[in-house]
């Protein structure tokens, strides 16, 4: 028999917090022999219903609920980790005649005894249950949160990238009624955020669901204000809630300074439709990011020199340093590989070298481009 003062004694208690949307919820779960396992939930506004039923006869489970939907959740998530500590256990072993009986000598008080003593079958059984509790009580927090008085929307107002806010920049994000489109939109809810730091940013509003008409359009907005200047805003509809669109939604906002300042490299990639054909050693690879916005004079905005090529594709970065970007403006991705004055691949049609940056390229918009063998597509 295992000496209990040398065994590996067990947490006889666990807390998990969560927050599914709308309520803050504790769950409490306490394993001793005679003792309960009790999980709490708080939700406003929201009247409390308590429901309480016998695991076994020597483990007691009791939830506290929240809501008017609460009651038959709460007595399903207790009566699903009652099944799970009643069902047979493969590996459990059978009850030693000559060893003394702990507690009331119940299944529940083998269980608790063997896995306090480590035993890897009960010790799974135990978490088994634990888990679905935590699960049960998170479910039921959230269907509470579906029905009640007040219905949330949340998510992110995003720039194309992450960007710093100045000090004192303030996010201000609406829920508005734009069913009507020769009259003013209505608003249902907004959240204020004071002294953002960075985009993105996660916003939460609260509104009235009974407000909320299934027939009716509704969308988001978001405005990023210092003072009285407006530095950032929404320019596409972000649909919620009705007519198929989603509960939640981010919001894309563009800057209102028509350049965007780059502040990392200009990622990009060169394909080729010729992947037989190898590049030699002494190969150099020339790209350039052109404003062709007046045709009579494009500037060269940045641009690189690359060796050790290797084989395609081929990934090269541009220098940022100085570079602003302009969504109003039109772009050309000029690429070249040369070997001592040898053309081998170009970009030879000015169709095929445009590119449209909205922004500074990045990871999520890279400067992809082919090139093609100069002794079978000539410049055109």
């Known amino acids: 028999m295992k000496d209990p003062s040398s065994s590996t004694r067990k947490p006889e208690a666990s807390t998990v917090m969560v927050s599914p949307g709308c309520a803050s919820l504790t769950l409490k779960v306490s394993w ?8 709490s939930a708080r939700a406003a506004p929201a009247r409390t219903v308590s429901a309480a039923a016998t695991a076994s006869s020597a483990i007691r ?26 069902a ?35 010790t799974l059984l135990v978490s088994h249950a634990l888990v679905v509790a935590v699960f049960a009580v998170v479910a039921a927090v959230s269907a509470a949160c579906g029905s009640g008085s007040e219905g949330v929307i949340s998510g992110e107002v995003r720039f194309a990238r992450a960007v710093d806010l100045p000090e004192g920049a303030v996010v201000t994000v609406r829920l508005l009624d734009t069913s009507l489109a020769d009259a003013a939109s209505v608003e249902l809810g907004r959240d204020v955020i004071h002294d ?7 916003f939460r509003i609260e509104y009235d669901p ?5 027939r009716n359009e509704y969308s988001l907005s978001a405005r990023v204000e ?68 007046d045709p009579e004079e494009p500037v060269v905005v940045t641009q690189v ?3 050790d090529l290797g084989d395609f594709p081929l990934d090269f970065e541009l220098p940022h340093e100085g570079v602003q970007i302009s969504r109003h403006h039109r ?24 590119v449209w940056l909205p922004h500074c390229p990045n990871d999520d918009l890279q400067l992809v481009n082919d090139v093609f063998p100069a002794d079978e597509f000539p410049e055109e």
């Open 226 to 293: 210092l003072g009285d200047d407006l530095l950032y805003v929404n320019d596409t509809v972000h649909t919620v809630l009705t007519r198929g669109a989603p509960r939640n939604s981010d919001v894309v906002v563009v800057s209102t300074n028509p350049f965007d300042a780059c502040v990392e490299p200009l990622p990009g990639v060169l394909h080729s439709s010729f992947p037989d054909r190898e590049l030699p050693a002494d190969a150099v690879l020339h790209v350039r990011l052109v404003d062709v916005t």
């Open 305 to 307: 020199i690359q060796g």
């Open 331 to 354: 772009y050309e991705l000029e690429a070249e590989i040369v070997a001592g004055d040898e053309l081998l691949h170009h970009i030879p049609r000015e169709e095929w070298r445009r």
């Open 61 to 86: 489970a009791r939830a506290a609920c929240v809501g008017s939907s609460f009651p038959m959740a709460c007595l399903s998530s207790v009566r699903t980790v009652a099944a799970i500590l009643s």
């Open 32 to 39: 001793a022999r005679g003792s309960s396992v009790s999980s």
């Open 196 to 202: 953002a730091e960075r985009l993105p940013v996660r």
């Open 210 to 214: 009974d407000e909320v008409s299934e």
């Open 88 to 122: 047979p256990v493969d590996g459990l072993p059978a009850q030693d005649p000559q060893r003394p009986r702990q507690g009331n000598g119940s299944r529940s008080g083998r269980i608790l005894s063997l896995w306090r003593e480590g035993s890897e079958p009960v």
